[in-house]
């Protein structure tokens, strides 16, 4: 995660918005934005993140094939896709 000065009022952003991860595998996240997020799925497919805090860092790992949206819970328009394989 990280900020994003180019929009005012959506100052944040996932820093890889489209990812492929292997199933059985796990993305690690960093914030790297001055600002809490969350790594979460829009519509299921694997298990949330809880809060990380700026300057933080977690990993959320991947037990289902298949292509799911993700999303910050508390900046919602901070979006993206996992691509399970
Ligand atoms: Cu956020």
Redesign the pocket.
């Known amino acids: 995660?990280e900020n994003d000065p180019a929009h005012p009022t959506r100052p944040?952003r996932f820093s890889s918005p489209s990812i492929t991860v292997r199933c059985g595998g796990s993305v690690e996240l960093t914030n790297n934005?001055t600002?809490?997020?969350?790594f979460a799925p829009e519509q299921g497919g694997f298990a949330a993140s809880g809060n990380i805090a700026p300057g933080d860092s977690d990993s959320v790992r991947f037990f289902y094939r298949g292509a799911f949206g993700f999303m910050?819970?508390?900046?919602p328009w901070?979006k993206g896709t996992v691509r399970v394989t």
């Open positions: 995660m944040y934005s600002a809490t997020h969350t910050c819970s508390l900046h901070m």
